[in-house]
C-alpha cells in the first residue's frame, strides 16, 4: 500500500514538473503555431490552363528552402494556387514566380502578385469555442459521478473528477509547448478526444472502487450471517 | 454441432458482405460506367475547402445623390455609376483619421464573430492584423455563404432621427435592447415583422418624441391616416445592393409612412407643420413618419413588406428581416471596411493525406487484431472479425446519418473503434462453462461498460448540440458510435462468441 502511494506521488511531482514547465515555457516562448495558426505571407498564381500543384509545391519548396510551405488550390477550375509560408520576401516571390513563368511558358509579371500578410489566430479565439461546452459537461459527468459514486466519499470523487481531466490536458498542452509540436487543426481534436479518454478512465477507476466497496460490503454480510 | 457450426458460418459471410459494401461499394453500371450508390462521406471545410475572405479597412471617400444625401462610398459606386447618375464624389473620408485606432479593429472584430455566429456559421477561422485592421476570415462553403459575406461587413447604423435635420439624432444602437424577426399570420396572409425592442432610455426618449414633438397633428391626420407604432417597409438586406427601399403602406394595419426620397409635392404642405422622424440603418431611410398615438413600452413593429400567403416569400422576408435583427443586435461597426479578397481555397490536406492516415489506422487495428487472436485463439479469431464487423458498419451508419466528417470526427471514430475493443476484450474474457452463470457474468460486464461510458455518451450528445461544426461532428461521431457499440455487441459479438 505503501509503496502505490510512493509511486503515485512520483507520478504527481512529474506530473505538476511538465505542468510548470510547459507554463513556463508557454510564457517564455508561446506555442509553435502551425502555419494555418501562425503569421504567414501568402502570394496567389494563376494561369489559363491549370497547374500541376506537385510542381508548384517543388518550387515553392525550392525557392523558400528551410520554411514550411503550404499549397492549396483556389476555386474550381485548377488554374489558380495558394502558396503561404511563414515569410515570403520579395525576391522569394520573383523567384517562384520566375520558375514558374519558365516552367509554364507563362509571362506572371512580378508587380501583379501582392504578398498578403495574414495575422496569427490568437490561442484564446481558437479555444473559445471549446470552453462552454467542456464546462457544461464536466458539471454533467460530476453530477453522475457524485450520484452513482457518493459511496467513495464526496469530496474524492469531486477533487478526481475536477482535475484528473484537467490535469491531462494540462499535461498534453504542457508537451506540445515544450517539445515544441507544431499546435495545428489535429491538436483541438487530439485535446477533446483526450477529455473524453479520460472521463472514461476515470469512470471505470470509479466503477472498480466500487465495485471493491461491494464485495468488501457482501463480505462482511456473509461473515455476520456465519458468524 | 453441424448447424451451429452453419450459423457461424452464415454469420461471418453477412459480417464481410457488410464489409464489402462498406469498405468497398456497390456498383452499378449507370449510363456506360460504374458508379458507386453507397453514400459519399460528408466532409468538412478542413477536409473539404472554405472560403477565404480579407475585409480591409475601407479608403474609400463619400458619395453624395443628386439632393446631397450620403448614399454610399466610391468602394461600392465607379466613377461610370456615379457620373450616370449624377452623383457626387467628395473628400471626406467614410474612416476619419483618427478612428484608425486599435480599439475599434478590435471591436470591428468583435462584431463580425459575433454576426457569423448570429447568421449561422458554425466553424469560423478569423484573425487580425492590429497594425492595419486587415481581418482574415475562413468560413465553410454552402448556400449560405454569399449571404453571410454580403451582409456581414454592413456598418448597421440604427438612427431614428429628425427629416429635416440630420444632426438631430434621437435613438442609436446603443438604445436598441433586442431586435427580432417576427411574424402574424391573418387571413390576409402572413406579414414578417422586425420587432426592436428599446432599453430603459431608447424607451424614454421614444415617448417622449412621439408624444411632443413628432405627434401627428390634427390637420394632417385628417388628410393621412398617421401611423402609430406599426410601420410597413420593404425588407431587403442584400449588403452588395446598398440601396433605399421603398416604403409601402398599408391601410388594413391603419398605418401609413413614406419614403424621403418619394414625397410628393402635395405632401410638402403638411411637413411644414408637420414633424417626421426618419427611421434609418446606415443610408438606407426605412421609414419616414410622425406618431398618431405615444409609444410608450418602446417597441417598434416594421411590417416588412405586406401580408402573403407564398411561402417562399415569407420565408425570404423572414430570412432578410433576421438579417436585419442579427445586425443591429451586433452593434453598429465603428468603421467602414471592405472586402478585398473573396475564394474558394481548397483545404492543403489532400487524398494522399488521408489515405495515408487510413493506412496507419489499417496497422494499428491489424497490430490489434494479432494481439486478441494470440490472446483468445479461436475465439480471437471470431472477436477480431467482430471488430471489423463494426467498424464497417460504423462506417455505414455514419454515412447515412449525414454525419459530417473532420479532424475531430475522425477523431472520435478512433475512439469509439476503442471502445469496441475493450467491450470484446471484456467478453472474450468471460470463460464460464456454465451457461446461466456466463449469461450473468455477461450481464454484470455490459452494465459495468455501460456505466462507464454514461461520461463519454454525456460528452457525445452535449457535443452533438453546439454549433461549433467541429464540436459537433466530434459529438455526432461518439453518439452513434457508443450507441452502436451497445446495440452490436449485444446482438452480434455476444451470439458470435456464444
Same mark, same amino acid.
Given at each position: 500500500?505503501?509503496?502505490?502511494?510512493?509511486?503515485?506521488?512520483?507520478?504527481?511531482? @512529474?506530473?505538476?514538473?511538465? =505542468?510548470?514547465? $510547459?507554463? *513556463?515555457?508557454?510564457?517564455?516562448?508561446?506555442?509553435? #503555431?502551425? &502555419?494555418? %495558426?501562425?503569421?504567414?505571407?501568402?502570394?496567389?498564381?494563376?494561369?489559363?490552363?491549370?497547374?500541376?500543384?506537385?510542381?508548384?509545391?517543388?518550387?515553392?519548396?525550392?525557392?523558400?528552402?528551410?520554411?514550411?510551405?503550404?499549397?492549396?488550390?483556389?476555386?474550381?477550375?485548377?488554374?489558380?494556387?495558394?502558396?503561404?509560408?511563414?515569410?515570403?520576401?520579395?525576391?522569394?516571390?520573383?523567384?517562384?514566380?520566375?520558375?514558374?513563368?519558365?516552367?509554364?511558358?507563362?509571362?506572371?509579371?512580378?508587380?501583379?502578385?501582392?504578398?498578403?500578410?495574414?495575422?496569427?489566430?490568437?490561442?484564446?479565439? @481558437?479555444?473559445?469555442?471549446? =470552453?462552454?461546452? $467542456?464546462? *457544461?459537461?464536466?458539471?454533467?459527468?460530476?453530477?453522475? #459521478?457524485? &450520484?452513482? %459514486?457518493?459511496?467513495?466519499?464526496?469530496?474524492?470523487?469531486?477533487?478526481?473528477?475536477?482535475?484528473?481531466?484537467?490535469?491531462?490536458?494540462?499535461v498534453f498542452y504542457s508537451i506540445i509547448a515544450i517539445f515544441r509540436v507544431p499546435f495545428g487543426r489535429i491538436t483541438m481534436a487530439l485535446s477533446i478526444g483526450l477529455y473524453l479518454i479520460a472521463v472514461t478512465i476515470l469512470a471505470a477507476k470509479f466503477e472498480k472502487i466500487s465495485e471493491e466497496l461491494k464485495d468488501i460490503e457482501n463480505k462482511k454480510e456473509n461473515e455476520k450471517i456465519t458468524g | 454441432m453441424k448447424e451451429r457450426k452453419i450459423t457461424l458460418i452464415m454469420k461471418i459471410l453477412a459480417i464481410l458482405v457488410i464489409c464489402l459494401v462498406s469498405f468497398v461499394g456497390i456498383y452499378v453500371c449507370k449510363t456506360n460506367r460504374y458508379e458507386n450508390i453507397v453514400k459519399d462521406y460528408k466532409l468538412s471545410k478542413d477536409l473539404k475547402g472554405y472560403r477565404e475572405i480579407v475585409f480591409e479597412v475601407s479608403d474609400g471617400t463619400l458619395v453624395l445623390d443628386s439632393e446631397g444625401n450620403a448614399i454610399g462610398n466610391t468602394d461600392s459606386y465607379d466613377d461610370?455609376?456615379?457620373?450616370?447618375?449624377?452623383?457626387?464624389?467628395?473628400?471626406?473620408?467614410?474612416?476619419?483619421?483618427?478612428?484608425?485606432?486599435?480599439?475599434?479593429?478590435?471591436?470591428?472584430?468583435?462584431?463580425?464573430?459575433?454576426?457569423?455566429?448570429?447568421?449561422?456559421?458554425?466553424?469560423?477561422?478569423?484573425?487580425?492584423?492590429?497594425?492595419?485592421?486587415?481581418?482574415?476570415?475562413?468560413?465553410?462553403?454552402?448556400?449560405?455563404?454569399?449571404?453571410?459575406?454580403?451582409?456581414?461587413?454592413?456598418?448597421?447604423?440604427?438612427?431614428?432621427?429628425?427629416?429635416?435635420?440630420?444632426?438631430?439624432?434621437?435613438?442609436?444602437?446603443?438604445?436598441?435592447?433586442?431586435?427580432?424577426?417576427?411574424?402574424?399570420?391573418?387571413?390576409?396572409?402572413?406579414?414578417?415583422?422586425?420587432?426592436?425592442?428599446?432599453?430603459?432610455?431608447?424607451?424614454?426618449?421614444?415617448?417622449?418624441?412621439?408624444?411632443?414633438?413628432?405627434?401627428?397633428?390634427?390637420?394632417?391626420?385628417?388628410?393621412?391616416?398617421?401611423?402609430?407604432?406599426?410601420?410597413?417597409?420593404?425588407?431587403?438586406?442584400?449588403?452588395?445592393?446598398?440601396?433605399?427601399?421603398?416604403?409601402?403602406?398599408?391601410?388594413?394595419?391603419?398605418?401609413?409612412?413614406?419614403?424621403?426620397?418619394?414625397?410628393?409635392?402635395?405632401?410638402?404642405?403638411?411637413?411644414?407643420?408637420?414633424?417626421e422622424i426618419v427611421l434609418a440603418i446606415d443610408t438606407n431611410k426605412m421609414v419616414t413618419t410622425s406618431f398618431e398615438e405615444p409609444i410608450e413600452d418602446g417597441v417598434i413593429d416594421l411590417s416588412m413588406g405586406s401580408s402573403t400567403t407564398d411561402s417562399d416569400k415569407i420565408s425570404s422576408t423572414l430570412q432578410s428581416t433576421s438579417t436585419i435583427a442579427i445586425l443591429l443586435n451586433s452593434g453598429s461597426l465603428p468603421l467602414t471596411y471592405k472586402i478585398t479578397q473573396n475564394q474558394y481555397v481548397k483545404t492543403d490536406i489532400t487524398e494522399s493525406n488521408l489515405r495515408n492516415v487510413a493506412y496507419v489506422g489499417l496497422g494499428c487495428l491489424a497490430i490489434l487484431f494479432i494481439i486478441i487472436i494470440i490472446k483468445f485463439k479461436g475465439k480471437g479469431i471470431i472477436g477480431a472479425i467482430s471488430n471489423l464487423g463494426f467498424i464497417a458498419l460504423y462506417l455505414l451508419l455514419v454515412r447515412y446519418t449525414n454525419v459530417v466528417i473532420s479532424i475531430e470526427g475522425i477523431v472520435g471514430i478512433a475512439i469509439t473503434v476503442i471502445l469496441n475493443y475493450w467491450l470484446t476484450i471484456k467478453l472474450l474474457k468471460i470463460n464460464e462453462p456454465d451457461s446461466e452463470l456466463k449469461r450473468k457474468e455477461f450481464t454484470k460486464e455490459y452494465k459495468s461498460f455501460i456505466s462507464k461510458v454514461i461520461p463519454a455518451l454525456v460528452i457525445a450528445i452535449v457535443f452533438s448540440f453546439i454549433a461549433w461544426e467541429k464540436i459537433a461532428t466530434f459529438g455526432n461521431v461518439m453518439f452513434w458510435g457508443i450507441v452502436l457499440v451497445i446495440i452490436y455487441n449485444l446482438i452480434v459479438t455476444k451470439k458470435l462468441i456464444d
Open positions: 500500500m505503501k509503496k502505490i502511494d510512493t509511486k503515485s506521488k512520483i507520478l504527481y511531482v @512529474i506530473i505538476c514538473i511538465i =505542468i510548470i514547465a $510547459g507554463a *513556463i515555457v508557454y510564457k517564455v516562448k508561446g506555442f509553435n #503555431f502551425d &502555419i494555418q %495558426y501562425s503569421v504567414r505571407n501568402q502570394i496567389i498564381l494563376s494561369n489559363n490552363t491549370g497547374f500541376d500543384i506537385s510542381k508548384i509545391k517543388d518550387i515553392a519548396r525550392d525557392c523558400l528552402s528551410g520554411k514550411q510551405v503550404t499549397l492549396r488550390e483556389v476555386e474550381l477550375f485548377g488554374n489558380t494556387v495558394a502558396i503561404e509560408s511563414s515569410e515570403i520576401t520579395e525576391e522569394e516571390k520573383d523567384a517562384i514566380i520566375q520558375k514558374v513563368n519558365e516552367e509554364y511558358n507563362l509571362s506572371i509579371a512580378s508587380e501583379n502578385v501582392k504578398i498578403l500578410k495574414v495575422e496569427h489566430t490568437r490561442i484564446r479565439d @481558437i479555444l473559445k469555442p471549446y =470552453i462552454l461546452p $467542456g464546462i *457544461i459537461t464536466l458539471a454533467i459527468i460530476l453530477l453522475y #459521478f457524485l &450520484i452513482r %459514486y457518493h459511496k467513495i466519499g464526496v469530496g474524492k470523487v469531486l477533487a478526481n473528477g475536477i482535475l484528473f481531466p484537467i490535469a491531462i490536458e494540462l | 461610370e455609376t456615379i457620373q450616370t447618375n449624377n452623383y457626387t464624389k467628395t473628400d471626406t473620408k467614410v474612416n476619419k483619421e483618427e478612428n484608425l485606432k486599435v480599439e475599434n479593429y478590435k471591436t470591428v472584430k468583435s462584431i463580425i464573430e459575433k454576426r457569423l455566429e448570429g447568421l449561422g456559421v458554425t466553424d469560423y477561422n478569423l484573425s487580425l492584423s492590429e497594425e492595419t485592421g486587415k481581418i482574415y476570415v475562413q468560413i465553410p462553403e454552402n448556400d449560405d455563404t454569399d449571404h453571410v459575406v454580403s451582409n456581414v461587413l454592413q456598418v448597421a447604423n440604427f438612427q431614428i432621427r429628425d427629416s429635416e435635420d440630420n444632426s438631430k439624432v434621437y435613438i442609436t444602437n446603443s438604445d436598441i435592447k433586442k431586435a427580432s424577426a417576427v411574424y402574424n399570420t391573418s387571413t390576409n396572409g402572413t406579414t414578417v415583422y422586425l420587432q426592436i425592442e428599446l432599453n430603459k432610455k431608447g424607451t424614454s426618449t421614444l415617448k417622449d418624441i412621439s408624444t411632443n414633438e413628432y405627434k401627428t397633428l390634427p390637420e394632417a391626420d385628417s388628410t393621412s391616416q398617421e401611423n402609430i407604432n406599426e410601420i410597413n417597409v420593404e425588407a431587403t438586406t442584400d449588403g452588395e445592393n446598398e440601396k433605399s427601399n421603398e416604403t409601402n403602406t398599408s391601410a388594413e394595419e391603419n398605418t401609413q409612412s413614406k419614403e424621403n426620397s418619394e414625397e410628393t409635392e402635395e405632401s410638402t404642405s403638411h411637413k411644414e407643420k408637420q414633424k
